[in-house]
């Protein structure tokens, strides 16, 4: 008899999960919102500031003649705009980590909240099940959203306007890889809530963790892929976009010096994302069967 009321148990689970958190749930899409409105004006005002990059940014051009004020002002809003949408999405890891341990999973099993509702027909695995599943479809919906209306913004974008495709804040920001982030942040999170079960400490230690995964993947992003080498006058001119990595010169059979440079491509962008993607969709699986580990062992 109790086969058919699954489906009611699990949707009245689901907006449990949903009114419990309503405020971040507001929260995430004023968020959302405020970025889709200032990426659209992004995308209204770049003719604007290509415009000005082309007319008072070329060789000789004549201050006059290009209204340097306004053009300044344009280039500048435009810049600052994509910049800000860009922090929001690369650095959305912490923020997500933080209130996964503190609010989603550590204060409901500090106050007794989670005990209470493991008495009433919820097991243990359901309410974590739906804890983690909830927020994962808002945050990858959402953070997709956000990295599609920011590659929008900046599409035939000039790269003095909106900074190089290997810079940390542009490739984690116009990719998967965001929504990776996103995923692994909240799985650390609800692993840091049930490890600690108290939200202060387990949010410092999410966001511990989530600063450290940040920081390994940043340091080592571009060996997640092999990069090209080039000797002679290749080394000399690399590909628009490249990014170089390392050059020298090395002295060859006839005694001169030969040039060789190590570079990554802009080619290489989606085969670098990938890769990223998948190592933070690891740490995700493994933070959460970690959490469903911990969850078994605890209750009966």
Same mark, same amino acid.
């Given at each position: 008899?109790? @086969?058919?009321?699954?489906?009611?148990?699990?949707?009245?689970?689901?907006?449990? =999960?949903?009114? +419990?958190?309503?405020?971040?749930?507001?929260?995430?899409?004023?968020? +959302?919102?405020?970025?889709? @409105?200032?990426?659209?004006?992004?995308?209204?005002?770049?003719?604007?500031?290509?415009?000005?990059?082309?007319?008072?940014?070329?060789?000789?051009?004549?201050?006059?003649?290009?209204?340097?004020?306004?053009?300044?002002?344009?280039?500048?809003?435009?810049?600052?705009?994509?910049?800000?949408?860009?922090?929001?999405?690369?650095?959305?890891?912490?923020? =997500?980590?933080?209130?996964?341990?503190?609010?989603?999973?550590?204060?409901?099993?500090?106050?007794?909240?989670?005990?209470?509702?493991?008495?009433?027909?919820?097991?243990?695995?359901?309410?974590? @099940?739906?804890? +983690? @599943?909830?927020?994962?479809?808002?945050?990858?919906?959402?953070?997709?959203?956000?990295?599609?209306?920011?590659?929008?913004?900046?599409?035939?974008?000039?790269?003095?306007?909106?900074?190089?495709?290997?810079?940390?804040?542009?490739?984690?920001?116009?990719?998967? $890889?965001?929504?990776?982030?996103?995923?692994?942040?909240?799985?650390?999170?609800?692993?840091?809530? +049930?490890?600690?079960?108290?939200?202060?400490?387990?949010?410092?230690?999410? $966001?511990?963790?989530?600063?450290?995964?940040?920081? $390994?993947?940043?340091?080592?992003?571009?060996?997640?892929?092999?990069?090209?080498? $080039?000797?002679?006058?290749?080394?000399?001119?690399?590909?628009?976009?490249?990014?170089?990595?390392?050059?020298?010169?090395?002295?060859?059979?006839?005694?001169?010096?030969?040039?060789?440079?190590?570079?990554?491509?802009?080619?290489?962008?989606?085969?670098?994302?990938? =890769?990223?993607?998948?190592?933070?969709?690891?740490?995700?699986?493994?933070?959460?069967?970690?959490?469903?580990?911990?969850?078994?062992?605890?209750?009966?």
């Amino acid at each position: 008899m109790s @086969a058919p009321t699954t489906p009611h148990r699990a949707s009245g689970l689901t907006w449990s =999960v949903l009114r +419990l958190h309503r405020t971040a749930l507001y929260a995430w899409g004023a968020a +959302l919102l405020t970025a889709a @409105a200032v990426l659209t004006w992004m995308h209204v005002i770049g003719p604007d500031a290509r415009a000005a990059v082309g007319n008072c940014g070329s060789p000789g051009a004549v201050a006059a003649d290009c209204a340097r004020l306004q053009a300044a002002t344009v280039d500048e809003i435009h810049t600052h705009g994509l910049d800000l949408a860009a922090i929001g999405v690369t650095y959305l890891l912490y923020p =997500v980590a933080a209130w996964a341990a503190a609010a989603l999973i550590g204060r409901e099993l500090e106050s007794g909240t989670a005990q209470l509702a493991w008495t009433q027909s919820v097991t243990p695995v359901r309410w974590l @099940a739906a804890k +983690l @599943a909830v927020p994962a479809v808002l945050l990858a919906a959402g953070t997709t959203l956000a990295v599609l209306l920011g590659v929008w913004a900046r599409r035939d974008e000039d790269g003095s306007l909106i900074g190089g495709w290997f810079n940390t804040n542009v490739f984690i920001s116009t990719g998967p $890889v965001a929504v990776a982030y996103a995923l692994a942040g909240l799985a650390l999170g609800a692993l840091a809530g +049930l490890a600690l079960r108290r939200a202060l400490p387990a949010a410092g230690a999410a $966001v511990a963790a989530a600063f450290v995964l940040h920081s $390994v993947l940043d340091q080592f992003r571009m060996s997640l892929w092999p990069a090209v080498t $080039v000797t002679g006058q290749a080394a000399r001119h690399l590909p628009s976009g490249a990014l170089a990595l390392a050059h020298g010169a090395e002295p060859s059979a006839d005694g001169r010096s030969g040039l060789w440079a190590t570079y990554q491509p802009e080619s290489h962008f989606w085969p670098l994302q990938l =890769v990223e993607s998948g190592l933070l969709l690891a740490v995700a699986g493994l933070a959460t069967a970690a959490a469903f580990a911990l969850l078994r062992r605890r209750t009966p």
